[in-house]
């Protein structure tokens, strides 16, 4: 039986230019927390913008936020239930080698402020399109008063740029593709997000679903009891996750 519904947003539920969740989705959210089941968002973004994008349901989600960096309770106060830091000196050199690599463009999260590096006006409108952020720009890294809990890269291409900070990295952080222009480094990962949203509910991960559509939601899609991947993922993720959706609002209504 499923106690838990975990989804992911861009490109499990929203397209690059969508501002607002399906209607349907909602809906379904909706009655699924009516008949006791819990709903939560599993998601690279700040819980600011995602409680936006909750709409009437905000106050009745948890926010598993910042790629499972920082997870939120529900209610109209949400307080952090778990929250994982990078190591600061590590994070700072990061940083740094995305600010002297000149077509790479950077935010960088606190637990629910970004902090941006602009270097084009093209990436400051992207990210003053996502409805709700907490932003403030940087120039150098000693300006972020807090604890750091994602480095996100924005790029060309994912794919050509991952290589270069898992190589680096990727012993000791999750350095991971979420989406075509992104990647992600996080000491935490949906994985360890749900796990403690899991135990601060008394819920078994073996009654959680979860969507998800690219690499960074292996760690959660790995560990619950049942997992679905976009139909339009990538095909080594197809072959991975045999449970596929085109509409996550579709699946909903079998709960």
Known sequence: M??????DIDGTVLEQDDKFLPGELLAQAERLIQK??????????????LRVLADRLADRFYYICDNGAVLFSDGKLPEIISLTA???????????????????????SGSNTGFL?????????????????????????????????????YCRRASEI??????????????????????????????????????????????VAAFGDNYNDIPILDIVGHPYMKSTSPSDLL?????????????????
């Open 2 to 7: 499923i106690k838990l519904v975990a989804c």
């Open 239 to 255: 072959e991975r996750y045999p449970n596929h959706f085109e509409n996550v609002a579709e699946v909903l209504k079998t709960f």
């Open 86 to 108: 990078m190591d600061p000196d590590d994070a700072t050199k990061m940083i740094e080698k995305v600010i002297e690599t000149p077509e790479l463009e950077l935010e960088v």
């Open 162 to 207: 991952y290589p270069l900070f898992a190589r680096e990295w990727g012993e000791k952080y999750r350095v991971a593709i979420s989406g075509e222009h992104w990647v992600d480094i996080t000491l935490a990962d949906k994985g360890l997000g749900i796990k403690a949203l899991c135990s601060h509910l008394g819920i078994e991960l073996s009654s």
């Open 36 to 49: 006791g089941i819990v709903f939560s968002f599993s998601s690279g973004r700040q819980f600011s913008n």
């Open 117 to 153: 590096y602009v270097k084009s006006e093209a990436f400051q409108d992207l990210m003053l399109n996502y409805e709700g952020m907490n932003l403030v720009k940087i120039r150098s890294p000693k300006q972020i008063p807090e604890n750091i809990l994602k480095v996100s890269i």
